[in-house]
């Protein structure tokens, strides 16, 4: 699998695989195992990590298959986030969800993710979401600190409007590198609200959380037009629904980066097939008409 270029000296794979759907519960750590193993011998080396991820459990869940072994973090890129404060006992002092992006809790969470994680740094840090107290001079100073440190490689948002985005860069000097956004055929918005525009001039490569919709394009609460147009496609290219899902965001030019976060191997070696799967101009808009619920104007 090709590695995507977000600055001169760094890149993650095409496809990065998010950990979100991870539960220490549910799963082992043969499970987990099993599922490193099998992106890293697909090319997928990009991990997509957040603070919060299955009540604040999933960076120490990943964390035990680093310990000890600084081969395998040699191998891999580690992306996570913080800001978004959740009700949870393990935060009793956490009354209201809420938004924190004060100097002590980047900090604070930073060195949590390094700690669970096992690791002395992490590739990217993003910020989770955008909150409307977030005071850009302190967060920037903040952002600048820890990369100074080394413990923050680089740095990102997520769901950030561009406004958002060019109200923080402008207190920066170093680049924000990526806005990871939600965009899939059940949300096909960020092609025509100017999310995907704004980066795409400003040749940053945005990260694609939920590409497969979270799976809801797939069951029957979903669009019926969308699935009906998938199954015809299916046939025609001899491929899973959700190999077209992820074809369908890859044949975009802005070089979307789509995070996987299916539980299933199989799953994971299907996707891999979009990665060579060119879409015809008029499937992919066949696609998007669905999506649109209505043939573009
Ligand atoms: N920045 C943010 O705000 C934000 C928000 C949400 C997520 N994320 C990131 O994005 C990652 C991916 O999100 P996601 O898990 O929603 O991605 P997704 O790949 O769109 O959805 C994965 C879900 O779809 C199901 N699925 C996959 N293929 C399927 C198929 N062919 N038929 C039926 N169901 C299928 C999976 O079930 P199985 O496991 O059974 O395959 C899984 O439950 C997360 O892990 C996280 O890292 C970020």
Not at 75 to 94: A, F, H, V, Y
Not at 239 to 261: E, N, S, T
């Amino acid at each position: 699998m090709k590695q995507i270029e977000l600055t001169p000296k760094f890149s993650l794979s095409q496809i990065v695989y998010g950990v979100w759907r991870w539960d220490e519960n549910k799963q082992s750590l043969k499970d987990i195992s099993h599922i490193l193993d099998t992106c890293l011998s697909l090319g997928i080396d990009s991990f997509d990590h957040a603070d919060l991820y299955n009540d604040y459990g999933n960076e120490l869940f990943f964390g035990k298959l680093l310990k000890g072994n600084n081969a395998l973090r040699s191998q891999i890129k580690l992306i996570s986030k913080c800001g978004i404060q959740l009700l949870s006992q393990k935060k009793p002092l956490t009354k209201v969800k809420h938004y924190d992006y004060s100097r002590e809790h980047i900090r604070y969470s930073v060195e949590n993710s390094l700690r669970h994680l096992n690791t002395d740094f992490l590739d990217v840090l993003l910020l989770h979401r955008p909150s409307p107290l977030l005071n850009p001079e302190e967060v920037a100073e903040t952002l600048s600190d820890l990369v100074k440190s080394g413990k923050v490689r680089h740095i990102g948002v997520s769901n950030f409007t561009p406004q958002q985005f060019q109200l923080l860069q402008s207190r920066l000097d170093i680049p924000l590198i990526t806005n990871q956004i939600e965009l899939n055929l059940n949300h096909p918005f960020p092609l025509t609200d100017g999310s995907i525009d704004f980066l795409y001039k400003e040749k940053i490569k945005p990260m694609i959380w939920s590409p497969l919709g979270g799976g809801s394009i797939f069951n029957e609460t979903g669009n019926a037009l969308i699935r009906n147009k998938l199954q015809v496609l299916a046939d025609k290219y001899q491929v899973g629904a959700d190999v077209l899902c992820l074809a369908w965001l890859l044949k975009h030019p802005a070089q979307l980066i789509p995070v996987i976060g299916t539980n299933q191997v199989e799953r994971i070696k299907a996707a891999v097939k979009s990665t060579s799967l060119a879409l015809e101009l008029q499937d992919w808009f066949s696609l998007y008409e669905a999506a649109l619920g209505n043939e573009v104007p």
